[in-house]
């Protein structure tokens, strides 16, 4: 069956910037999204890709779509502590309305 | 507008009790979609409605689980008898059409002892 895979964790400097990545194993994906999830919240959708766009960039949010290679990531510039949250990458297939999940990666900003 | 709204935000049940969690999608979204994430692993389809009907029930684990949205507008999930592994977070989500983005609740934490 399809597969999502993220790491689990990442912790960068305030300022700096953050790149989250995603692997999937579908090759008919037709949306692949970025949702975030704060301690005690829901899921945030953040952004989206189609699969027939290379990137996607929304302010401080940029997102890279590897075809070939199946590799999604997220970018944020400028990582902020109010980002530290637990970012999940999702895709749909395009025969089916359901989103398939990642583990979810944690990011951890420090000062 | 409000966004989808799930009751409970959490449930504590002991096990073979039944449990009921409600969801409330955004107005004028006929998708409707039910998610579990449990022991922390990945985020898991449960099943989708288009507005009363079940478009999709894939991944609905087994009998003790019945999904309902009458009438269109709020969906109920039961799960009846409770088990130890139906433990996690319940969920929902709405959209507009096919292909839109999915938008989720905050989730119903579910807690079987």
């Known amino acids: 069956g399809e597969d999502v895979e993220q790491s689990l964790f990442l912790s960068v400097r305030e300022g700096d910037s953050s790149v989250i990545n995603c692997t999937y194993t579908d090759s008919s994906s037709t949306y692949l999204y970025w949702y975030k999830q704060e301690p005690g919240a829901g899921l945030q959708l953040l952004t989206y890709?189609?699969?027939?766009?290379d990137m996607k960039q929304d302010q401080r949010l940029t997102v890279l779509l590897n075809k070939k290679d199946k590799h999604l990531s997220l970018r944020i510039a400028d990582t902020q502590t109010g980002d530290s949250a637990i970012y999940f990458c999702?895709?749909?297939?395009?025969?089916?309305?359901?989103?398939?999940f990642g583990t979810g990666t944690r990011l951890q900003v420090f000062p | 507008e409000a966004g989808v709204t799930q009751f409970p935000s959490h449930s504590v049940i002991e096990k073979g009790q039944t449990v009921t969690l409600r969801c409330d999608p955004i107005?004028?979204?006929?998708?409707l979609y039910w998610y579990r994430r449990v022991m922390g692993k990945e985020i898991k389809f449960l099943l989708h409605f288009v507005k009363e009907s079940k478009q999709d029930e894939s991944g609905m684990p087994n009998n003790r689980f019945l999904a309902e949205r009458t009438g269109g507008t709020y969906s109920t999930l039961k799960v009846q008898p409770a088990e130890l592994e139906d433990s996690g977070v319940y969920f929902c989500?709405?959209?507009?059409?096919?292909?839109?983005?999915?938008?989720f609740g905050d989730g119903t934490r579910l807690s079987i002892l």
């Open positions: 989500a709405s959209s507009l059409g096919l292909n839109q983005p999915q938008h």
């Open positions: 999702a895709v749909r297939s395009y025969n089916t309305d359901k989103l398939i």
């Open positions: 107005s004028g979204h006929d998708n």
């Open positions: 890709i189609f699969s027939n766009m």
